[in-house]
């Protein structure tokens, strides 16, 4: 049964397709490859736009005189059956936790968007975007880091996200605050209290 507390796994192609608890939006995620065995991931209580596009398209050998696929288009027409020219595997892609991406934005092999990232409706992002960043454009370029550094450090070392669902429950309404240091602090005084984190996620002790 698909809950939304459950993650979820599904095959792409010869890849494969991860999504973290609470995500939503995927259900509209149009994810176009051409079987070269890419993988994409997407964290936890991510917020999907409608008309998503993530594509895992190979990429031509740019060492070759034509980029046409001489041996696997209109063979009868052009011949060149035994003709069989390696693509370049464009990447995984990689989407952290939290991250919000805006209607109709697309997302290019090999990218990697970091934690709390915020991505543009009609966005078109080729490049890394790094956690808690603003980026928007065609092609999309960074706009703003959402909040000052010392800020962002505080919430990557919170990683709320990773935190027992009863927990999470109880701290939904200063999730919802503009954050301070001194409110993550806080925080993290009480999480310190009742979990221990390790390197494959959070573990829940009893208090």
């Excluded at 895992?56 to 070759?64: E, G, K, N």
């Excluded at 936790?97 to 409706?121: Q, S």
Aim: hydrophobic share 45%; with cysteine.
């Amino acid at each position: 049964m698909v809950t939304p507390e459950n993650p979820k796994t599904a095959p792409i192609g010869h890849g494969q397709l991860d999504i973290g608890r609470f995500t939503h939006g995927y259900e509209e995620l149009d994810i176009q490859e051409q079987g070269v065995g890419a993988n994409v991931s997407i964290g936890a209580f991510c917020s999907i736009g409608r008309g998503m596009r993530i594509l895992l398209d190979a990429s031509p050998m740019l060492d070759r005189i034509t980029a046409f696929p001489f041996g696997e288009v209109f063979i009868e027409e052009l011949g060149g059956a035994g003709v069989h020219v390696p693509r370049q595997n464009g990447g995984d892609v990689v989407i952290g936790n939290d991250v919000w991406i805006g209607a109709n934005a697309t997302v290019l092999a090999g990218v990697t968007i970091g934690n709390g990232a915020v991505i543009g409706p009609n966005a078109t992002v080729a490049s890394d975007v790094g956690a808690y960043e603003v980026w928007a454009g065609n092609p999309a370029q960074r706009v703003r880091k959402r909040f000052d550094d010392a800020v962002c450090e505080k919430l990557q070392e919170l990683r709320w996200w990773d935190l027992p669902l009863p927990l999470i429950r109880e701290m939904a309404p200063l999730l919802s605050a503009q954050p301070t240091v001194e409110l993550l602090e806080g925080l993290q005084g009480i999480v310190a209290d009742l979990v221990t984190f390790t390197d494959q996620g959070a573990d829940e002790n009893a208090a």
